[in-house]
């Protein structure tokens, strides 16, 4: 059985996508053709939600820890990160300002998106979802 929270990481999707993208290379140039970028591995965490028609549970786990990831390295990490975690993300100075409006975006979609609502929460767990993505929200201000 997989792991599965509220959390940015408390799941397993998000937790295998914080591993590949803290291995992957630091700029948009990787040396082999099948490595990633960190940079490149944010982007297309944000645009997959919005791309796809029917949102899918991994896809939303992958693009929170991403908008997570840019909330950390503009200096306002979430409270429920580890703190060895926040210091390891925020010590990558990456330069995320280009696409925490995206980020934003992003999480106020899938905090909104019904399909996520009615398929992946009971009832009784959407406001501590919510209320954990308001957060998440305003960190990206």
Not at 14 to 24: I, N, P, T, Y
Not at 47 to 71: F, M, T, Y
Not at 74 to 83: E, F, H, K, Q, V
Request: with cysteine; aromatic share 8%; glycine share 8%.
């Amino acid at each position: 059985m997989g792991a599965w929270g509220f959390g940015p990481f408390d799941n397993d999707d998000a937790l295998d996508w914080l591993g590949q993208f803290l291995e992957a290379a630091d700029s948009g140039v990787a040396w082999l053709p099948f490595a990633r970028s960190k940079p490149a591995m944010l982007r297309r965490a944000l645009r997959r939600p919005r791309r796809n028609k029917h949102l899918d549970l991994g896809v939303v786990e992958c693009a929170v820890a991403a908008c997570e990831v840019i909330a950390t390295q503009l200096g306002r990490p979430g409270a429920s990160i580890p703190a060895e975690l926040a210091e390891r993300v925020a010590g990558l100075g990456l330069d995320v300002r280009s696409v925490r409006s995206q980020a934003e975006a992003v999480a106020r979609f899938l905090r909104d998106a019904p399909a996520y609502r009615e398929l992946f929460l009971d009832e009784s767990d959407y406001p501590t979802w919510q209320a954990n993505m308001d957060d998440l929200i305003s960190r990206l201000r």
